[in-house]
């Protein structure tokens, strides 16, 4: 199973709703990780988790808040998103730490009104 | 800033002729690359990877080249069809991030 599964496919929310994006994988990988994506643009670093534990916040806004509540699921938490956040965000995963491929998700297609 | 880049964002080719994908990087101890394919409304997708041990690699009609010389990989696809039709990524990890390039989108004209 190299399978990345991410939901929902597609979200759409008010800047004052909470909602959550949630990812799942069974490879035991160790490293999880959220992407942004906007249209045309590669995706952009937001964080990453290695054994469970946050290592890498590439300077995100706190209105996004991730979670790793074990080694096979991440969540992401949004909360007053601004519509400017409207993007594919895409969940990914890898071995480890070192230099191996990562295997994305299809993403959360979100829109924020 | 990146550490990888491309040359085009566009490439349009003919239905069964070749496609090269051209790629730069600017780190000489870069050691390893990966090429991603994205279609429209997908994730990424791993195509291809290669190492610095090596110049050349070969997938099922894909081919990836490496010159650390000129710091410069291409992605070269046989027989283009129009599945390939998407957007094309070098990516680069390194300390526990993976860097991805402006990205090329490859259309195929039947």
């Known amino acids: 199973d190299t399978e990345v599964t991410q939901t929902p496919k597609h979200l759409v929310m008010g800047m004052t709703n909470k909602k959550s994006l949630k990812c799942e994988q069974h490879m035991g990988h160790r490293a999880m990780y959220w992407y942004k994506q906007k249209a045309k643009k590669p995706p952009e670093l937001m964080f990453v988790?290695?054994?469970?534990?946050?290592?890498i916040n590439e300077s995100v806004p706190s209105r996004f808040s991730p979670e790793c509540p074990n080694s096979s699921l991440l969540n992401l938490h949004l909360h007053a998103l601004q519509p400017e956040d409207s993007a594919l965000y895409l969940c990914a995963s890898s071995q480890g730490f070192s230099k191996t491929e990562a295997f994305f998700g299809q993403g959360t297609r979100l829109t924020v009104v | 800033g990146e550490s990888v880049g491309l040359h085009l964002p566009t490439l349009s080719v003919q239905e069964g002729d070749n496609s090269i994908i051209n790629c730069a990087y600017s780190?000489?101890?870069?050691?390893?690359f990966i090429w991603y394919k994205q279609e429209s409304g997908k994730g990424p997708q791993f195509i291809i990877d290669?190492?610095?041990?090596?110049d050349k690699r070969q997938g099922q009609r894909v081919t990836v080249l490496l010159n650390k010389t000129v710091k410069h990989l291409s992605l070269q696809i046989a027989a283009t069809q129009p599945g390939d039709s998407a957007v094309y990524f070098c990516a680069e990890p390194g300390g526990g991030k993976l860097i991805f390039g402006q990205g090329t989108e490859l259309s195929v004209k039947p």
């Open positions: 290669i190492r610095s041990n090596m």
């Open positions: 780190n000489s101890a870069s050691d390893y």
């Open positions: 988790y290695s054994y469970e534990k946050l290592s």
